[in-house]
Structure formats: structure tokens, C-alpha cells
């Protein structure tokens, strides 16, 4: 504590101590010096003694002021220590508690029975105790030290946190040296602690916000990068300020070429559109016109997001390419405009299929009577020359027929072993009746070409595509067909090319000098229903069905078409095996699955036709004949009975069922077509098998497929016929069964 200013008190200036020494060497001042001689005068002895006396009198009361002063900065003390708010308390070397403050009792012993407050030290907890410990060194050595963060265990369920501050103070003692005291406050940071907490847990909090905020703007951003959508955002004054990759690709404008550009510059009409379209947070605008950064138009469907914050506002604009869509659109109206021909072609192959088989019965009729008539007519006759020729386009009748059933209803390929060379030649004879007289056909095959194994009616359906899409490519010019073929055996490159097998082919090629084809062209020209026509004016599966007819072949076909110098098509089927040679002309007649011919009559020594009455002793034989053209029925009856037999025909299988019920022994045989007005011929070959189980039984059909075999042949059927059949096979089939039921009787 500083002392207080008492120089008002001394005019010399003296401090009290000074002016009590000076009275005090005074008083002791001898009056006499050396030798006993008298120094002053008595007048002068008092008037020193007067002034001494004067100056005790000042000294007393410079004495009594500052006991006055002391006393009062004691008072202020006390006063500043009980009422400072900080816990403050005076510590001996001991740690002994020589003075707390009120703050210092309330903080540490807050009620009665809390621990009182005689020692710091059992308060301190006894991890922070070395601290503690350490902070009191320093301050005896350094004269203050404190320590950070100690808690005090004020009872088992209460503590508190605070900075312990410590200062070194040596007060004096009479008689001895001063005394090691500590003045200790301690400064409870509760409060702050909890304040620092909640601030770090805010801290942390907020951390976790922004990495939240972060993440999700990662996320939105990886949104708007793999969006399919062209994502354009742009400020108030629609400069673009995002720019996603798909924008780049659809505008063809890198990101940062569009940074900062007008929106108009992508979208001419998208300004005006957006003023009329902000009264809404969302709007669609619709179809647009968008430029590429080069100035191609592009079809755009466009719809808009407005955001409005404190800076402005930003539109977001999402642009979706229709140019995909708009092709798709086309190309489904195209296919839906083809597959509505498709199935109007469908629907004629249907009709043409069933207008085949009542044909068959026509043209059976008329071969059967030609077949008569030439019987009757004498030899030489020229009747019989006319006869003859209507056999003739017959025949070539009935082959058409099984085209057209062939072709109607889609049956997998019947190979066999062909001659490219004679197919070609018919193909010929067909082509030339509706080639336009600016067109001409010509046909250059090499002699003694190999056979090939084929469906004869598949090839020639394949040879007559190409050539009519050859006639329609040249269209009203004047112009030429080539059809060659040539033995070959194709390299190593091209049978990787083709997918060809090793081996000796046929190549069958059809060029044409018409306008040809692009290389865009070329690659879809297999494609079903792809065509180049107008709507209307072709389907696109003549060139797919050459495809096809070569998958089923194991071939392949070889196109080359330059811009203006025409098409070449090149077919390349296999060679029949070696050794294979070709059918004898009745075989070829005879269906593919009959159970019998009159080939296999011949193998047994009997001649065609030779079946007759063996003697006018034997048994006339009766043969069933069920059919629904009662035509036919009418043609089979004069021919059997012309070769001796006894013939009852019927055209109601229910009929005929009924009659073989009534009689089953009376018959030796049935004969019935497959496919009749409201029954199959199947069924009745069935019922009359339950009749009569050891009947024979043979199927006439004018289309013999894999299915009609196997359902026949599981129904107990002996042997199948082809319609329109020749007389000889019919009745060489007759003879046949009817021979081999007496051999089983």
C-alpha cells in the first residue's frame, strides 16, 4: 500500500520520519561541549526547547493523520475484499486459510454442511493437484502464477470449473522476518465453459450444415451433369450462368464458350416467352426452335423454373431434344403404315391359301377327265394332241397352286437336291409375262452347273424378289436385267465375311444398271419393312425374305451397289453332296411325306394302272370315297370303276360315317380328303378305325405338311395322297392297299 502525501505538514518538505529523527538529535544534542564549557545561553537553551516542542507537536499530529489514512485504506481494503465478486482468500505456505471473502464461502461451501473452507488444497481435484502445486512454486519464486481450468470438488454431487490466479505477499511482523502469504482468487468459468460448449457444439453444428450444404450441392451438381436434359440457368438479365453437359452436347457449345452469353443465343424465343411466363414458379413452354452454336435449328420441348432470393432471381431452364422423338414418331407411323400392308398382305395370302385349295379340286377334276378323255380317244386322233396341252397347263396349274400354299402358309423349307439352271428358267417364263417393255431379261448360266441342295419353291421365290425389285429400281427407264450362274468356291475372306461355310456353292447373282444405292441404304435394306417406296407402293420384306430363304439354306447373299452404276445381289447356295443326283420326273410329282407312290408299286414289279379284275371269279373290291367336291367324288368314281372297282362316293362325312357304320364290312377301303367344311378328315379317319380297326385308310390333302403326317399316321392312316394327283399314282395307290388288306385277311 502506498503511503499517503503528508508534506503540507513539514514546510521543509520533510517526510515524518525525517522530522522525528531531526527532533530526536536535537533532545539528545549535549548542552555542554568538551571541557564543561557552556555552548549557548539559557534564553537560547529554551527558545530550542520551544521549537522542539513545536515540531513533537507537528510530528504527533503527522502521526495521528497517518494512523487516520492507514486506518481508512485498511477499512477500504476490507471493504474491496469482502465485496470484490471474485473468491478471493489468503493462503499461508501451509495451506492454510487465513482469510475468504464472502464470494470465496459462497463458492466453496454453499451450505452448512458442505466441507469448510480451512484449506485449498482438499478442494482440488486430484488430477489438477500437481498443477496446482507447480502454480504456487512459480508464484513464491516469480511473485504470481496461475493455472487454467482446475476443478474443484465442492461435495460428492457438485463441482465447479474455474482459473485459480495466485500472488505472492511477505506481510511484516515485529520482531522477525515477514511472512509467506498467497493471495488466491479464483475465477469460476462455469458460465463460460458452458457458453465455450455451446459455442463448440454450435461450431460443430454449423460444420456439419455446411458439409451437408456441400454434399448436397455435390449431389446437385452430379444431378444436373448426368441429367438427359439440357439444364440452363440464367441470372436476371438471362446470362447464362450454368451450362450442364448435356447443353453442351445438344448445342454443341463447350461450357465455358456459353458462360456468360445470352440466352437468346441458344434460344431466339426463349425471352419473350419467359417475360409472359413469370406469374408462375413453374411454367411449360412448350415446343420451341433451338440453334446449335454452328446455326442448325433443332426441335426442343422447353420448360422453366423460377427462383427468387435476395440477390435477384435465376431461371432455370430444362430443354429436351425432340429430334429422337420426332424420327420415332415418323418411323412408328411407317412401320404402323407397313405393318397395316403387312397384315393386308397377310390377309391375301390368307384368302389366296384358301382359294388354293378349292383350285385343287378344280384342277384334279379336269387332270382326272383329261386323263379319261385320252383313254377314249383313238390313237392318232388329233383330239387327243389338244388333250394332251391341257394336261400340260394343268400341270403347270397345279404346281402354281402349291406355290401359292406354300407361300400362304409359311412352312419351313423342304430340301432336296435342284437344278439352279432349270428354276431359273421357270422363273424366267413367269417374269417375262409382266416385264415392261423398256426392261430386258437377260439369263447366262454355265452349263453343267452342280445341283444344290433347296427348296425349288423358296429359291424361286427369292429369284423372283430380286428381280422385281431390280424391275422397280429401274421404274419407267429403259434398262437391263442380268441373271447369271456360277460354280465357286468362295476364298477364305469372303466365307468369313458371308459366314459360309467351307466348301462348292452355286452363285446366283442378279444385276441390274439402276440408279443404286447409298451406303445408308445398304445397311437396312434386310431390315423387315424397310423400304424406300412411298407409302402404298411396297412393304419392305421381298429383300427380307431373300434374307431369310438363305438363313434357311445355310447360305448367304452378297450385295454390291455403287450411286448410279446399279445393284448386284449375289445368292450363294451350298452343292449337294457328291453322288446326289437329281429325282426321276414321277417322284417329283408325288408330295414330300406321302406314305406311298406309284414309285413304290413299281419297285414291287407292278406297272401303274395295271390294277384290274383279276379274273371275273374274285370278289369286286369297294372303295369309299369321301370328299366335299362333288366334282371330284364324281371324277374318282368313273376312274376306279374304270379299273374294276366298285366305288361309293359321298360328300357328308356324316353320311359316310353312317353308311360304314351300318356296313362295316361291306367296304375294302377309305380314301378321304383332310380338310372338309366343318370336319377333318383326320377325325374320320379316327371313327371309321374304331369301326373298323383293320380298315385301310388313306388321306388325300392338297397340302401335305409335317403336322398332317404325324396326325394321320398316329390315326392308323396307311398312306397319304397329293391333290391334284395324277390318275396312275391314285390308283397305284388304291391297288396298293387294297392288295394289302387281302395279304393281311
Not at 478 to 501: F, W
Not at 706 to 716: D, K, P, R, V
Amino acid at each position: 500500500m502506498s503511503e499517503p502525501d503528508l508534506s503540507f505538514l513539514d514546510p521543509a518538505g520533510r517526510s515524518p520520519a525525517q522530522t522525528a529523527t531531526v527532533a530526536l538529535q536535537r533532545v539528545e544534542r549535549p548542552w555542554f561541549t568538551a571541557g564543561d564549557r557552556p555552548v549557548a545561553s539559557t534564553q537560547d537553551l529554551v527558545a530550542e526547547l520551544r521549537a522542539y516542542q513545536a515540531e513533537l507537536e507537528n510530528q504527533n499530529k503527522v502521526l495521528s493523520y497517518s494512523q487516520t489514512v492507514a486506518e481508512s485504506a485498511y477499512e477500504r481494503f476490507e471493504t474491496l475484499f469482502a465485496s470484490v465478486p471474485l473468491a478471493l482468500m489468503v493462503v499461508d505456505e501451509h495451506d492454510l486459510v487465513l482469510q475468504a471473502n464472502s464470494m470465496a464461502h459462497r463458492l466453496f461451501q454453499p451450505s452448512e454442511h458442505d466441507r469448510p473452507l480451512s484449506a485449498l488444497m482438499p478442494f482440488v481435484r486430484e488430477q489438477d493437484v500437481d498443477r496446482v502445486r507447480e502454480a504456487f512454486t512459480v508464484a513464491r519464486q516469480a511473485g504470481h502464477g496461475e493455472v487454467k481450468e482446475i476443478v474443484f470438488a465442492i461435495s460428492p454431487d457438485s463441482r465447479i470449473t474455474g482459473d485459480l490466479h495466485i500472488a505472492h505477499i511477505e506481510p511484516p511482523q515485529d520482531g522477525g522476518p515477514p511472512l509467506t502469504q498467497f493471495l488466491c482468487a479464483v475465477i469460476d468459468q462455469g458460465p463460460l465453459l458452458a457458453e465455450r460448449n455451446a459455442l463448440q457444439r454450435s461450431t460443430q453444428a454449423l460444420q456439419q450444415r455446411n458439409e451437408q450444404l456441400f454434399a448436397s450441392e455435390k449431389r446437385l451438381e452430379a444431378v444436373i451433369n448426368s441429367a438427359l436434359d439440357a439444364i440452363v440457368c440464367v441470372d436476371q438479365h438471362q446470362r447464362i450462368t450454368v451450362f450442364n453437359p448435356t447443353a453442351a452436347a445438344l448445342f454443341q457449345c463447350s461450357a465455358s464458350d456459353a458462360l456468360g452469353s445470352g440466352l437468346q443465343r441458344f434460344l431466339p424465343d426463349a425471352p419473350r416467352a419467359l417475360a409472359l411466363a413469370k406469374l408462375n414458379t413453374q411454367a411449360l413452354l412448350g415446343e420451341m426452335t433451338a440453334l446449335t452454336v454452328t446455326g442448325k435449328e433443332l426441335a426442343v420441348e422447353v420448360s422453366v423454373s423460377f427462383e427468387r432470393h435476395a440477390d435477384g432471381e435465376t431461371t432455370t431452364v430444362f430443354a429436351r431434344d425432340l429430334t429422337g422423338r420426332k424420327k420415332a414418331e415418323a418411323h412408328r407411323s411407317e412401320l404402323e403404315a407397313q405393318l397395316r400392308e403387312s397384315q393386308k398382305m397377310q390377309a391375301v395370302g390368307t384368302m389366296a391359301g384358301g382359294i388354293a385349295h378349292d383350285f385343287n379340286n378344280i384342277l384334279g377334276a379336269i387332270l382326272g377327265n383329261v386323263e379319261l378323255a385320252k383313254a377314249d380317244c383313238a390313237a392318232g386322233s388329233p383330239v387327243l394332241e389338244s388333250l394332251t396341252e391341257i394336261d400340260k397347263a394343268g400341270r403347270r396349274a397345279r404346281n402354281l397352286v402349291r406355290q401359292i400354299l406354300t407361300f400362304s402358309r409359311n412352312e419351313p423349307p423342304q430340301r432336296t437336291v435342284v437344278s439352279l439352271a432349270d428354276i431359273a428358267h421357270e422363273t424366267e417364263r413367269l417374269l417375262r409375262v409382266t416385264l415392261p417393255p423398256g426392261i430386258a431379261l437377260h439369263m447366262r448360266l454355265s452349263p453343267g452347273l452342280p445341283p444344290v441342295l433347296a427348296d425349288a419353291t423358296q429359291v424361286e421365290q427369292a429369284l423372283i424378289n430380286l428381280c422385281t425389285n431390280a424391275i422397280h429400281a429401274i421404274d419407267n427407264e429403259r434398262g437391263a436385267i442380268h441373271v447369271d450362274a456360277l460354280a465357286v468356291e468362295p476364298d477364305q475372306r469372303l466365307s468369313e465375311r458371308l459366314a459360309l461355310m467351307p466348301g462348292n456353292y452355286v452363285a446366283l447373282t442378279v444385276s441390274d444398271n439402276g440408279p443404286g444405292m447409298e451406303a445408308a441404304t445398304l445397311e437396312r435394306i434386310f431390315e423387315p419393312f424397310f423400304t424406300t417406296k412411298p407409302v402404298g407402293q411396297g412393304t419392305g420384306l421381298g429383300l427380307a425374305v431373300v434374307h431369310g430363304v438363305m438363313r434357311t439354306h445355310q447360305g448367304a447373299v452378297d450385295v454390291h451397289s455403287v450411286p448410279g452404276q446399279g445393284s448386284r445381289f449375289t445368292l450363294y447356295f451350298q452343292a449337294a453332296p457328291a453322288g446326289a443326283s437329281l429325282p426321276a420326273p414321277v417322284a417329283e410329282s408325288v408330295a414330300a411325306g406321302a406314305f406311298a407312290s406309284a414309285a413304290d408299286l413299281a419297285a414291287t414289279g407292278q406297272a401303274p394302272g395295271s390294277a384290274r379284275v383279276a379274273d371275273s371269279q374274285e370278289r369286286q373290291r369297294h372303295v369309299m370315297y369321301v370328299d366335299d367336291d362333288e366334282a371330284l367324288v364324281f371324277l374318282v368314281q368313273r376312274l376306279l370303276r374304270r379299273r374294276g372297282y366298285l366305288v361309293s362316293g359321298f360328300t357328308d362325312p356324316h353320311a359316310a360315317t353312317a353308311a360304314l357304320r351300318a356296313e362295316p364290312q361291306r367296304y375294302d377301303l377309305l380314301v378321304t380328303d383332310y380338310n372338309m367344311p366343318g370336319f377333318c378328315g383326320v377325325d374320320l379317319v379316327r371313327e371309321a378305325r374304331r369301326i373298323r380297326p383293320g380298315l385301310p385308310v388313306a388321306l388325300a390333302s392338297g397340302y401335305v405338311t409335317t403336322e398332317i403326317e404325324q396326325a394321320a399316321l398316329a390315326e392308323g392312316a396307311r398312306a397319304l395322297i397329293h391333290k391334284p394327283n395324277d390318275v396312275e399314282e391314285l390308283c397305284a395307290t388304291v391297288q396298293r392297299l387294297v392288295a394289302g388288306d387281302d395279304a393281311a385277311a
